[in-house]
């Protein structure tokens, strides 16, 4: 069988180097003063950048918990840091006077004394290992367990037993990650660099309590599965008769819509399909995970569906776990997986499934020749399409489908998402863990002879340039709102480490705003109907200010912070000057940033504690919001 050509989706106008980018230089002297109104024209940063040494508060402790000879003890330090974020996130606590932060624990009569490494003003607080104060001085200090046990206990949630074991599931996992990587830091020499990226992210969300908890999968699953253990396995395979064959498409060929069941055919190459079938790729464990749901038994038992077992090449996952990467082919895959991931059991919803193909459809309709022309280095990684099974009633079987994504990288495209750019990892040749993001501005600051704190700021400057502002020209535009978190969002790097463009992923996350139902729907009739688009502006504005500003721009900057690579006061005005240049632009997120004294931000510890599935129910009850402080106006 031939290989799937790539899907005829209009690039864009040639891949942009740091040579189309002139050299930026943020107007003003950049200080933390430079807070609240823009300033006028001039003025460098590397003289105007202070020191971020002499200003982020820093505890007596010197050595980093993260760096700890025991896995074990390396991966603990880590989840004790993500459930302390969370926890002062979501009750809004206070910076301490001094290097401790007390907690106090009312439920349990006593509280965390936890020592403060660097306080964040935009959440990536670094802490060192708490203890119960009360205790004796010679008392060891508490485990992440512990530590998730007496937040449970205060929060009053209902699944405070369930977070408790899936803290302790993350952190074995990621003991095993640090371990690993420990000993093989670099990928194997043939990956290509995304992929690389995509297997680097091992310590997950940095503020979220269970970043690597997979609910269900054996230690042995784990290696074939993992992304962080350059895991590799070939797709299980079988054949849907087409009578229970559901699907869409606008995947063309040479001028040619090519139908999913096509696409899927060629993936499978030499695989022999009975007659009046089609194959289906699955993911190993969902494959024996559904041979025990009715439905599908039903399914297996009549005939309609074939089980033809694991066939042909290696996918690799990427770092959402269950879409799947294969260096050089064009498509990625997109597939179910019942474990519970985080918060969530991955499986595609159908909605879902329409939203691909149909963002696809809208974006060849003439919105992306629109947004190319303003934006060429920034696009979205398109879905244009599915192959599902339905029963003989019509009704849609979960967790048998595939979404058929193009792959728009090819071998030395460096496209990164930002959750792994910022992850702090083992790296290949130094001691210690750092992350990409640390590596790349100081090599940077090496090469050019400036400043790290300078080249932090430009390196900023150039991101929010490449891809926060495409992200706000298709909310004004097209009333867009992209679910731009870190993990969702790619940005392309030239050979040196720079921002030169950006993409966006997942066919989840797009907000159709209500007021721009009109105008979207004439330029895709029907737009909406099978995808559950439509979102009212408040809850729109709502996500957008969280997944672009919070998760994404604020987390960046709190990255740059933690890793004293800047000053976070600094970078904050940056911000509000891009911000403050983009207000006429049309999208409300400038304004909201700008102004709002308060925003509504995930908060993902009361999410769990609250047994929530983020995939499930409307989207404005998905899950858990809290009010946080606006580090943009405070």
Request: with cysteine; proline share 9%.
């Amino acid at each position: 069988m031939n290989p799937i050509p790539a899907p005829e989706v209009p690039e864009a106008h040639g891949r942009p180097t740091a040579a189309h980018l002139p050299h930026v230089a943020v107007s003003g002297p950049l200080t933390a003063e430079a807070a609240t109104v823009p300033r006028q024209q001039g003025g460098s940063l590397d003289d105007e950048t202070p020191d971020p040494a002499r200003q982020l508060p820093t505890s007596p402790e010197t050595a980093d918990h993260l760096d700890h000879p025991d896995p074990r003890r390396a991966a603990d330090a880590a989840a004790i840091e993500n459930l302390l974020r969370c926890w002062v996130r979501e009750n809004n606590l206070a910076p301490p006077d001094g290097n401790t932060l007390r907690i106090p624990l009312h439920a349990s009569g006593t509280a965390l004394l936890v020592p403060v490494r660097y306080w964040s003003a935009t959440g990536w607080h670094r802490f060192g290992l708490p203890s119960l104060e009360s205790s004796p001085h010679d008392a060891t200090t508490t485990d992440a367990v512990t530590v998730a046990a007496l937040l449970g206990r205060e929060a009053g949630g209902a699944e405070g037993t369930d977070l408790v074991g899936r803290v302790a599931d993350s952190v074995q996992r990621t003991a095993q990650f640090i371990a690993h990587r420990r000993r093989l830091p670099a990928a194997p020499e043939a990956a290509d660099l995304f992929l690389s990226a995509e297997q680097s992210l091992l310590l997950g969300h940095p503020l979220h309590p269970t970043p690597k908890s997979r609910e269900g999968l054996s230690d042995a699953e784990s290696r074939l599965y993992s992304p962080e253990l350059y895991g590799a396995f070939p797709l299980h395979w079988l054949a849907v008769d087409r009578s229970v064959l559901a699907g869409d498409s606008a995947w063309t060929e040479r001028g040619r819509t090519l139908a999913a069941e096509q696409l899927t055919s060629r993936l499978a190459g030499d695989l022999q399909v009975p007659g009046d079938c089609a194959a289906l790729p699955l993911h190993p464990w969902q494959a024996r995970d559904l041979r025990h749901r009715p439905a599908v038994a039903a399914l297996l038992d009549a005939g309609l569906l074939h089980d033809l077992g694991p066939h042909g090449a290696d996918w690799h996952p990427t770092s959402s776990v269950r879409t799947v990467h294969r260096p050089g082919a064009p498509a990625m895959l997109k597939l179910s997986l019942g474990l519970r991931i985080t918060n969530s059991r991955r499986e595609n919803l159908r909605k879902e499934l329409h939203r691909g193909v149909e963002v696809h459809r809208l974006l060849r309709a003439g919105l992306a020749e629109q947004w190319r022309a303003a934006h060429p280095g920034f696009d979205i990684v398109r879905d244009p399409a599915w192959l599902a099974v339905d029963t003989p009633d019509g009704e849609p079987v979960p967790g048998l489908d595939v979404m058929l994504r193009h792959n728009p990288f090819h071998h030395g495209d460096d496209a990164v998402c930002i959750a792994a750019l910022t992850s702090p990892r083992p790296w290949p040749g130094r001691t210690g863990t750092h992350s990409r993001l640390s590596d790349t501005v100081e090599r940077l600051a090496a090469r050019t002879g400036r400043p790290v704190a300078a080249v932090a700021a430009e390196w900023l400057l150039r991101y929010l340039d490449q891809v926060v502002r495409p992200l706000l020209w298709l909310d004004a535009t097209a009333g867009i709102a992209l679910e731009a978190h870190q993990q969702n969002t790619l940005v392309l790097l030239d050979p040196e480490g720079w921002p030169v463009g950006g993409r966006y992923r997942d066919n989840q996350g797009y907000y159709f705003r209500q007021s721009h139902r009109d105008a979207l729907e004439r330029r895709l009739p029907g737009i909406g109907r099978d995808s559950d688009t439509f979102v009212s502006d408040d809850v729109t504005d709502e996500r957008f200010a969280y997944y672009l500003g919070i998760n994404n721009v604020l987390g960046l900057i709190g990255a740059f912070g933690a890793q004293r690579l800047a000053d976070e006061r600094v970078l904050l005005a940056a911000f509000r000057r891009f911000l403050a240049t983009h207000v006429r632009l049309g999208s409300p997120l400038p304004t909201l940033l700008l102004e709002a004294p308060t925003l509504r931000a995930k908060a993902n510890l009361l999410t769990r504690l609250h047994g929530l599935d983020e995939l499930v129910g409307p989207v404005d009850t998905q899950s858990v919001y809290v009010t946080i402080a606006n580090p943009l106006v405070s």
